[in-house]
């Protein structure tokens, strides 16, 4: 009955997993725990407040909000941007000979 419920509001008004249709199994699996973590904030938000429980869909964009502009994350100066193409690496990209055809996936 528990899990039924907390599928129902999972899944209710928009369900995640369905919003963000990936093929990756790594992605499909981090949607699922996101959206189940979701659930379980909404409830433990209403629970411990004793508030009437909010719109779903609300709570998941003040729940976005917060993690966004988080106050506990320390304060960064530099941000990188691009990659640092001034290091060395190994990697050389070659040109297929004119006269080969390239046979592989798209």
Same mark, same amino acid.
């Given at each position: 009955?528990?899990?039924?419920?907390?599928?129902?509001?999972?899944?209710?008004?928009?369900?995640?997993?369905?919003?963000?249709?990936?093929?990756?199994?790594?992605?499909?699996?981090?949607?699922?725990?996101?959206?189940?973590?979701?659930?379980?904030?909404?409830?433990?938000?209403?629970?411990?407040? $004793?508030?009437? *429980?909010?719109?779903?869909?609300?709570? /998941?964009?003040?729940?976005?909000?917060?993690? !966004?502009? +988080?106050?506990?994350?320390? $304060?960064?100066? *530099?941000?990188?941007?691009?990659?640092? /193409?001034?290091?060395?690496?190994?990697?050389? !990209?070659? +040109?297929?000979?004119?006269? $080969?055809?390239? *046979?592989?996936?798209?």
């Amino acid at each position: 009955h528990c899990v039924d419920d907390n599928n129902a509001k999972r899944h209710s008004p928009i369900s995640l997993e369905t919003t963000w249709a990936t093929k990756r199994w790594e992605c499909r699996v981090f949607s699922f725990l996101l959206a189940v973590t979701d659930v379980n904030c909404m409830l433990a938000y209403s629970f411990f407040n $004793k508030e009437p *429980k909010v719109p779903m869909l609300t709570f /998941r964009k003040a729940l976005a909000r917060e993690l !966004l502009h +988080n106050p506990y994350l320390p $304060k960064t100066t *530099k941000i990188r941007r691009k990659r640092d /193409r001034s290091k060395n690496s190994d990697h050389v !990209l070659i +040109n297929i000979p004119a006269h $080969k055809k390239f *046979k592989g996936s798209k």
